[in-house]
């Protein structure tokens, strides 16, 4: 879409200041709109505030375009995203305009006001960190972007071109974060943007960014940045790493009083729905006239399970949990002794695979013969939520031998219009806390390899009950086992793909492995005593992943670059 049909203007449409939409090239001169009655004093003022933080969505996102994921076949956008079926010809999020306009919107309309010293501040941190929140989403996207720092008028050049250079595009994204630390409290409440929920952004931003900078020096500067950025974050003393790692993320009680969560978006049972969550796609539709005949006669379920499910963990997510061995090392099960002492037909799968595990596994992973719900869950042949023991098969069933644990709600039953409380982790300290060893890695090696370590050990140790690394670890298994962390901590939290994307520009990546395989899955069999790890049934074609250089960044639409002659497009993507 241009950006002359995005400018908008906000009207005041009821007593409780809900804002609308209306293309201001067809009413009248945007600085000079009816909607002044909101920046009239504080209190309306801050409707329109809480109404933008509605942008902070931006950063919430499953782990659909990476390899953590097995997907259905109706998940057409992510599976032409995974199979680089793209073009040009679609948006991919560039149109991020009209939230650009409500933070510059509030920037200046709060500036130029006369609210309380205290009030103003609050107001304008929240817009600065808003801001960049949308640009940053967009910058991992397309690079350079155009930026736009003030409210635009009919009367502006809107053929605007995008930043000369993508540090252009994060400089400008740090200096709003750095805005909205220097405003922001540190102690907000729970759901509101603090300023320890700028440093952590800007931490990452810098992490992300800097793999894409090719001047040594450019890259230096913003690993000191974001170094700075984390110490600052953990000097507040505001946050902990949360003991109930499993409860933070699958109770709303866990999400609103955990002490790591640093930003979240929190949702209220009495306007949420259980198809408004995750949920809804994340858990199988079996019982009753579904199941193939005696299926629910050897495997019951307790209650029918009501979802539609549309992705499922990769044999590969589910490999980053690790075994604690007999000698109290952690390690992958293919390494283990229980491994290497499996006997097929004899043993049992569960024991040699599924115990002794990395603490997190069971909290962010069903599988098989473990609690779903209320019911005993079998993912294997003939099992209860196996594909092939439904009459639908392929249609809302695991494929890979897996279903996701991690923001499910299990203390009440799923049905679609079931009311539900319900929360996103976006920001936490743990996440934290892997941004700043991955900082230190990249700064300085092997002469920062012994901090980098004890900051991997806080998640390792905390949430996954697996033993501390040691110091002496070598630079390069500190790497192996510190991608094996992140992966392992962050499974859903919009961090994986992103991360391949981050890696595989510091290592010269043309093709990024994990992006360019078909996902692998379990097939265990009926008794429970042997397994294959096989490519994914039934659904290997909507996951046959591709990955070329040109993905690194994603086209600008073909439209916005017809309309606007001052517009680039990304390399490959012509």
Same mark, same amino acid.
């Given at each position: 879409?241009?950006?002359?049909?995005?400018?908008?203007?906000?009207?005041?449409?009821?007593?409780?200041?809900?804002?609308?939409?209306?293309?201001?090239?067809?009413?009248?001169?945007?600085?000079?709109?009816?909607?002044?009655?909101?920046?009239?004093?504080?209190?309306? $003022?801050?409707?329109?505030?809480?109404?933008?933080?509605?942008?902070?969505? *931006?950063?919430?996102?499953?782990?659909?375009?990476?390899?953590?994921?097995?997907?259905?076949?109706?998940?057409?956008? +992510?599976?032409?995203?995974?199979?680089?079926?793209?073009?040009?010809?679609?948006?991919?999020?560039?149109?991020?305009?009209?939230?650009?306009?409500?933070?510059?919107?509030? @920037?200046?309309?709060?500036?130029?006001?006369?609210?309380?010293?205290?009030?103003?501040?609050?107001?304008?941190?929240?817009?600065?960190?808003?801001? /960049?929140?949308?640009?940053?989403?967009? $910058?991992?996207?397309? =690079?350079?972007?155009?930026?736009?720092?003030?409210?635009?008028?009919?009367?502006?050049?809107?053929?605007?071109?995008?930043? +000369?250079?993508?540090?252009?595009?994060?400089?400008?994204?740090?200096?709003?974060?750095?805005?909205?630390?220097?405003?922001?409290?540190?102690?907000?409440?729970?759901?509101?943007?603090?300023?320890?929920? #700028?440093?952590?952004?800007? /931490?990452?931003?810098?992490?992300?960014?800097?793999?894409?900078?090719?001047?040594?020096?450019?890259?230096?500067?913003?690993?000191?940045?974001?170094?700075?950025?984390?110490?600052?974050?953990?000097?507040? =003393?505001?946050?902990?790493? %949360?003991?109930?790692?499993?409860?933070?993320?699958?109770?709303?009680?866990?999400?609103?009083?955990?002490?790591?969560? @640093?930003?979240?978006?929190?949702?209220?049972?009495?306007?949420?729905?259980?198809?408004?969550?995750?949920?809804?796609?994340?858990?199988?539709?079996?019982?009753?006239?579904?199941?193939?005949?005696?299926?629910?006669?050897?495997?019951?379920?307790?209650?029918?399970?009501?979802?539609?499910?549309?992705?499922?963990?990769?044999?590969? +997510?589910?490999?980053?949990?690790?075994? @604690?061995?007999?000698?109290?090392?952690?390690?992958?099960?293919?390494?283990?002794?229980?491994?290497?002492?499996?006997?097929?037909?004899?043993?049992?799968?569960?024991?040699?695979?599924?115990?002794?595990?990395?603490?997190?596994?069971?909290?962010?992973?069903?599988?098989?013969?473990?609690?779903?719900?209320?019911?005993?869950?079998?993912?294997?042949?003939? =099992?209860?939520?196996?594909?092939?023991?439904?009459?639908?098969?392929?249609?809302?069933?695991?494929?890979?031998?897996?279903?996701?644990?991690? !923001?499910?709600?299990?203390?009440?039953?799923?049905?679609?219009?079931?009311?539900?409380?319900?929360?996103?982790?976006?920001? *936490?300290?743990? *996440?934290?806390?892997?941004?700043?060893?991955?900082?230190?890695? *990249?700064?300085?090696?092997?002469?920062?390899? $012994?901090?980098?370590?004890?900051?991997?050990?806080?998640?390792?140790?905390?949430?996954? =009950?697996?033993? #501390?690394?040691?110091?002496?670890?070598?630079?390069?298994?500190?790497?192996?086992?510190?991608?094996?962390?992140?992966?392992?901590?962050?499974?859903?939290?919009?961090?994986?793909?992103?991360?391949?994307?981050?890696?595989?520009?510091?290592?010269?990546? %043309?093709?990024?492995?994990?992006?360019?395989?078909?996902?692998?899955?379990?097939?265990?069999?009926?008794?429970?005593?042997?397994?294959?790890?096989?490519?994914?049934?039934?659904?290997?074609?909507?996951?046959?992943?591709?990955?070329?250089?040109?993905?690194?960044?994603?086209?600008?639409?073909?439209?916005?670059?017809?309309? !606007?002659?001052?517009?680039?497009?990304?390399?490959?993507?012509?």
């Amino acid at each position: 879409m241009k950006l002359r049909n995005i400018l908008q203007i906000i009207v005041i449409t009821s007593a409780v200041l809900l804002g609308s939409c209306q293309d201001a090239l067809d009413t009248k001169p945007l600085d000079k709109f009816s909607g002044d009655l909101v920046w009239a004093d504080a209190v309306t $003022a801050r409707s329109f505030v809480n109404d933008a933080y509605s942008i902070n969505n *931006r950063l919430i996102q499953d782990d659909e375009w990476s390899d953590n994921m097995v997907l259905n076949p109706s998940q057409g956008a +992510a599976s032409n995203m995974v199979q680089e079926n793209i073009t040009n010809e679609t948006g991919f999020g560039w149109n991020i305009f009209e939230d650009i306009r409500k933070c510059n919107m509030i @920037i200046e309309r709060v500036t130029n006001s006369s609210y309380l010293e205290s009030d103003k501040n609050v107001m304008l941190g929240e817009a600065y960190f808003l801001r /960049a929140v949308t640009n940053f989403t967009a $910058a991992r996207k397309f =690079g350079k972007i155009m930026i736009v720092d003030k409210v635009l008028t009919p009367q502006d050049d809107l053929n605007l071109s995008r930043t +000369a250079t993508i540090k252009e595009t994060y400089d400008f994204i740090l200096k709003d974060l750095d805005q909205a630390a220097n405003l922001l409290p540190s102690n907000v409440s729970k759901g509101r943007v603090s300023k320890g929920a #700028a440093y952590a952004l800007k /931490a990452e931003a810098c992490l992300q960014g800097a793999a894409y900078l090719e001047n040594n020096s450019d890259k230096a500067g913003y690993y000191q940045q974001g170094k700075k950025a984390s110490e600052d974050l953990f000097a507040l =003393g505001t946050y902990a790493l %949360d003991n109930d790692y499993k409860s933070m993320f699958n109770t709303y009680s866990g999400g609103m009083n955990s002490p790591e969560i @640093i930003l979240a978006s929190y949702r209220l049972e009495t306007n949420t729905q259980m198809m408004n969550t995750w949920m809804q796609n994340l858990t199988p539709n079996m019982g009753g006239d579904k199941a193939k005949e005696g299926v629910l006669e050897k495997w019951p379920l307790d209650k029918p399970l009501e979802g539609w499910l549309e992705k499922t963990p990769s044999q590969e +997510a589910t490999d980053a949990y690790l075994v @604690i061995d007999s000698d109290g090392n952690a390690k992958p099960w293919s390494e283990t002794s229980y491994y290497q002492s499996f006997e097929p037909g004899k043993s049992s799968v569960f024991n040699v695979l599924y115990t002794n595990r990395d603490k997190r596994f069971h909290a962010n992973i069903v599988c098989d013969s473990t609690m779903y719900f209320t019911s005993l869950i079998t993912t294997r042949l003939g =099992g209860n939520v196996n594909y092939a023991s439904n009459v639908q098969q392929d249609r809302h069933m695991t494929k890979s031998g897996y279903l996701f644990r991690k !923001n499910i709600y299990e203390d009440k039953w799923l049905y679609y219009n079931v009311p539900t409380n319900y929360h996103y982790v976006m920001l *936490r300290l743990g *996440r934290s806390y892997l941004n700043y060893a991955e900082l230190l890695l *990249r700064m300085n090696g092997e002469g920062s390899k $012994a901090t980098a370590i004890d900051y991997i050990n806080k998640t390792r140790v905390t949430h996954g =009950g697996l033993p #501390a690394l040691s110091p002496s670890t070598s630079l390069a298994d500190t790497w192996k086992y510190y991608k094996i962390e992140r992966r392992a901590d962050l499974l859903q939290e919009n961090d994986r793909y992103w991360s391949l994307l981050r890696w595989g520009k510091e290592e010269g990546l %043309d093709v990024i492995p994990e992006l360019d395989s078909t996902p692998k899955a379990i097939s265990i069999s009926e008794d429970g005593k042997s397994f294959e790890i096989i490519t994914v049934p039934v659904v290997a074609g909507a996951n046959a992943r591709r990955f070329t250089s040109k993905r690194y960044l994603l086209p600008v639409p073909r439209t916005e670059t017809v309309e !606007n002659p001052n517009l680039t497009q990304n390399p490959g993507w012509e």
